[in-house]
Every structure is written in structure tokens, then in C-alpha cells.
């Protein structure tokens, strides 16, 4: 069973900058992150291709936040900057052996972590 393991959550005030980081078990092709808050769907905010050549961002967070990847470690990052109140919520690592398709569905990522929070503070 693959296994995704978040870490970098945290507080933090609203401009300031946080690092996630998600160790996978094995290698995957397509892997994103995702978000949710409580009483809401959970979207996504970004993906990134097997070669990490190609990333699509949800468009609040494009230019604020980056997605990476690093294939030896088998490890994904999102670095989020010029962080806002409405960033505050659960993160998910989230990845595939398929590869990564527009629309973005989160139907199509087979496994999960466990979430890590990210709290922004007005």
C-alpha cells in the first residue's frame, strides 16, 4: 500500500510563507495537492507531471504558491508565499500511478495522506 505522509503544516500570519512536504513510499506519476475547510468540497490547488515539466495551479494561488517535486526522494513540496486568511485549511498530498489529466479530478489520485493544517491568521 503506498504511503503519503504530510508535513510543514502550521500558523502563520497573513503574508508570511510556509513549506509542505509530502514523503511518498514509492515513485508516482501524477501528484498533487488538495485542500479543504470544514463543510466544504474538497479542491484542488496544484499538480505536477511525473517530470515535474508541467504543474496547473487553481488560480488564487498562482504566483503565490509552487509546486516541485523531487523523483530521487520520491517527495512533492508546495511552497506558499503571500499566504492569506482564505489559504487556512486541511492540506492533502494526493498522487497517482496514472498520469496527470485536465480536468483535474480527485477521483483519479488513488492515494492520500492524512492532511496537514495550515492556519492564516488576519
Known amino acids: 500500500q503506498v504511503q503519503l505522509v504530510e508535513s510543514g503544516g502550521g500558523s502563520v500570519e497573513a503574508g508570511g510563507s510556509l513549506r509542505l512536504s509530502c514523503q511518498a513510499s514509492e515513485s508516482m506519476r501524477c501528484m498533487g495537492w488538495f485542500r479543504q475547510v470544514p463543510g466544504k468540497e474538497r479542491e484542488e490547488v496544484a499538480i505536477i507531471a511525473t517530470r515535474g515539466d508541467n504543474t496547473h495551479y487553481t488560480a488564487s494561488v498562482r504566483g503565490r504558491f509552487t509546486i516541485s517535486r523531487d523523483n530521487a526522494k520520491n517527495t512533492l513540496s508546495l511552497q506558499m508565499n503571500s499566504l492569506k486568511s482564505e489559504d487556512t485549511a486541511v492540506y492533502y498530498c494526493?498522487?497517482?500511478?496514472?498520469?496527470?489529466?485536465?480536468?483535474?479530478?480527485?477521483?483519479?489520485?488513488?492515494?492520500w495522506g492524512q492532511g496537514t493544517q495550515v492556519t492564516v491568521s488576519s
Open positions: 494526493a498522487a497517482d500511478r496514472s498520469t496527470c489529466r485536465i480536468p483535474i479530478k480527485l477521483d483519479r489520485f488513488a492515494f
